[in-house]
């Protein structure tokens, strides 16, 4: 395991780029009601990060072992879609729908990486509910981060809110990870986990929090698009994420917040 330290230049660079990627998510979930499609939302998205003079983290982007590039610059995953669904012309959203807008920028040739779930319309109070517990586990995992604690100690605490805020499935091969000089480095960041275990934080680290919360299972099946990932039982997921920076106090700030 490689775990990348940043230079304070490099933490200005990120902080700039946290913001900016805040604002064009921000922008971007307003778009969102029924009647929109996916691929709307993500030319939407595409043409804000240009007007900012970045880049898209995600279009063109070929992960280890896909046969083929990301096509879009938004991951737009709608219901039981858990995570990296292609937004397509034909993904009309509907009233009631719940969709996970995950986005990434390049801002002066460093990486930060944000999520949001949100509604299309008036959802139903579970929905409501799973969108909210899966936001509060990733404020709850954030603020875990102190001075001497390691990654078992963020799965931990999102774990264990999750377990008293209800009967949620927490998706467990799909985690938080290092971020900034790449879209993905080390260390990998579970959702779960046991505390005082795994790599410690250290003054430098950047790091993208991600809880991926199911109203059913936490199996997951892979689609053939290669891309998206779905619950195996069809139960509806929810996604937030945030790219935080460990400062030199040991203690968390997060870069992706207006």
Do not use: W
């Not at 072992?65 to 879009?72: D, K, L, Q, S, V």
């Not at 969108?131 to 264990?160: C, F, N, Q, W």
């Not at 949620?168 to 790449?182: D, E, F, P, S």
């Amino acid at each position: 395991m490689s775990i990348i330290i940043k230079t304070k230049e490099e933490i200005e660079i990120l902080r700039e780029g946290g913001k900016r990627l805040a604002y064009v998510l921000a922008e971007t979930a307003k778009q969102v009601r029924p009647g929109i499609s996916a691929l709307e939302l993500d030319k939407f998205a595409e043409a804000k990060i240009k007007e900012l003079g970045d880049e898209s983290a995600f279009l063109g982007y070929r992960p280890k072992g896909h046969r083929m590039a990301f096509p879009a610059s938004l991951c737009i995953s709608v219901n039981s879609e858990i995570v990296h669904g292609i937004p397509k012309a034909t993904t009309i959203l509907k009233e009631g729908d719940i969709v996970s807008l995950d986005l990434g920028i390049k801002h002066r040739g460093l990486f930060t990486d944000h999520a949001v779930t949100v509604a299309v319309g008036k959802v139903s109070k579970e929905k409501e509910k799973l969108m909210r517990d899966t936001r509060e586990s990733l404020y709850g995992g954030i603020a875990a981060i102190v001075p001497g604690a390691r990654t078992g100690d963020v799965g931990h605490a999102i774990e264990s809110y999750v377990k008293k805020a209800g009967k949620y499935g927490i998706v467990r091969v799909l985690a938080g990870h290092g971020v900034g000089r790449a879209i993905h480095e080390d260390p990998f960041i579970p959702n779960y986990g046991k505390p005082k275990s795994g790599e410690k934080f250290m003054p430098g680290m950047v790091i993208a929090i991600e809880p991926m919360l199911t109203l059913g299972t936490d199996n997951v099946v892979d689609t053939d698009d290669g891309y998206t990932i779905k619950t195996e039982d069809g139960s509806c997921a929810a996604h937030f994420e945030h790219t935080v920076y460990i400062n030199d106090q040991g203690l968390p700030e997060i870069l992706t917040e207006l």
